[in-house]
């Protein structure tokens, strides 16, 4: 199991994310406890100010990718905000492409083996 710090080490300083509760568009910042919400409210029942036809999740997909960060990365500071920086669901290795914890249900792709001749 990682650190917090090395969790931390393998996230960017900040990202989008989505608050659980709501539905809403917040901020998430590495290795702090708690989120940063928009002065702007984008709920679910609300116009978003981006694009109607998006939802909050989308957007923050969105809005994460032009700054590289993966749907993995944002999932891992989501869960790490809110359950500790050293929990495994703070550590972006954890999720797949898609930002799904890997589980049994959602195994890890095992890594072919390559023979050498």
Same mark, same amino acid.
């Given at each position: 199991?990682?650190?917090?710090?090395?969790? %931390? *080490?393998? $996230?960017?300083e900040?990202?989008?994310? %989505? $608050?659980? =509760? +709501?539905?809403? $568009?917040?901020?998430?910042k /590495? !290795? *702090?406890?708690g &989120? &940063?919400?928009l002065?702007v409210?984008?709920? *679910?029942?609300?116009?978003?100010?981006? +694009?109607?036809?998006l939802?909050?999740?989308q =957007? /923050?997909?969105? $809005?994460? /990718? *032009?700054? #590289? %960060?993966?749907?993995?990365?944002?999932?891992?500071?989501?869960? !790490?905000s809110?359950? #500790?920086?050293?929990?495994?669901?703070?550590?972006?290795d954890n &999720?797949?492409?898609e !930002? %799904?914890? &890997?589980?049994?249900?959602?195994?890890?792709?095992?890594?072919?083996?390559?023979?050498?001749?």
């Amino acid at each position: 199991m990682n650190t917090a710090k090395q969790n %931390i *080490e393998t $996230l960017p300083e900040w990202c989008w994310a %989505i $608050l659980p =509760i +709501d539905k809403s $568009l917040v901020r998430v910042k /590495a !290795g *702090e406890s708690g &989120y &940063y919400p928009l002065n702007v409210a984008l709920t *679910e029942d609300k116009k978003r100010v981006f +694009d109607p036809d998006l939802t909050n999740d989308q =957007i /923050a997909d969105k $809005l994460n /990718a *032009e700054r #590289g %960060i993966s749907k993995a990365q944002r999932k891992a500071m989501e869960w !790490g905000s809110m359950f #500790g920086w050293e929990t495994p669901l703070a550590n972006p290795d954890n &999720y797949n492409k898609e !930002g %799904i914890p &890997y589980s049994e249900k959602n195994p890890r792709p095992v890594a072919k083996k390559v023979s050498k001749r």
